[in-house]
T-cell receptor, first 114, second 115 residues
Framework: QQQVKQSPQSLIVQKGGISIINCAYE??????FPWYQQFPGKGPALLIA?????SEKKEGRFTISFNKSAKQFSLHIMDSQPGDSATYFC?????????????FGRGTQLTVWP | EAQVTQNPRYLITVTGKKLTVTCSQN?????MSWYRQDPGLGLRQIYY???????DKGDVPEGYKVSRKEKRNFPLILESPSPNQTSLYFC??????????????FGNGTRLTVT
């Protein structure tokens, strides 16, 4: 059973456009929602993360929007650049008895073309 | 430099030939984990370890073994590899204080092909 559902699987955006990737979850015990970015030949690396006590977190061109009631969160990349082309994974975790598990979505391959 | 080191980067083997993928971290992290990445399936957790001599199954542990005899090392063992274990494998580490305080640090991956 997939704990975190991510869409779309792939995304093509023109340079300067907005990239939006969505994730949904069912487990209300999740209380930490990170996004990881992966470039070809590299391991994933933390991009940005949010806790459910806020509805939005922004770091530069990257913003997480969080909707607790809908159990959804999304990554917005403003002014998308070719250097943003990568695979993005959303994830979720708890701090309770399941500490040690970080559940990943299936990933979104983003291509930003000039 | 803080890092997670996996070896080898690429490995081609035949069905049934035992192999070990090594993972080492230099950040004194208690938590270590193995993931496999397959197209369309994302990152799936194989095993994880909260500390030395403490390991637990993830979502896809069948066909794999791990050991945690030292804090810095967490090898992944395939005792009888099969073609369905052809995949890209990642080792990762973090502190025991939880992901709030320390993100998961990944190695650069091991691409395994089993023929």
């Amino acid at each position: 059973q997939q704990q975190v559902k991510q869409s779309p699987q792939s995304l093509i955006v023109q340079k300067g456009g907005i990239s939006i990737i969505n994730c949904a979850y069912e487990n209300t015990a999740f209380d930490y929602f990170p996004w990881y970015q992966q470039f070809p030949g590299k391991g994933p690396a933390l991009l940005i993360a949010i806790r459910p006590d806020v509805s939005e977190k922004k770091e530069g061109r990257f913003t997480i929007s969080f909707n607790k009631s809908a159990k959804q969160f999304s990554l917005h990349i403003m002014d998308s650049q070719p250097g943003d082309s990568a695979t993005y994974f959303c994830a979720a975790s708890t701090r309770g008895s399941t500490l040690g598990r970080l559940y990943f979505g299936r990933g979104t391959q983003l291509t930003v073309w000039p | 430099e803080a890092q997670v080191t996996q070896n080898p980067r690429y490995l081609i083997t035949v069905t049934g030939k035992k192999l070990t993928v090594t993972c080492s971290q230099n950040m004194n992290h208690e938590y270590m984990s193995w993931y496999r990445q397959d197209p369309g399936l994302g990152l799936r957790q194989i095993y994880y370890s909260m500390n030395v001599e403490v390991t637990d199954k993830g979502d896809v542990p069948e066909g794999y073994k791990v050991s945690r005899k030292e804090k810095r090392n967490f090898p992944l063992i395939l005792e009888s590899p099969s073609p369905n274990q052809t995949s890209l494998y990642f080792c990762a580490s973090s502190t025991i204080q939880g992901f709030y305080n320390s993100p998961l640090h990944f190695g650069n991956g091991t691409r395994l092909t089993v023929t």
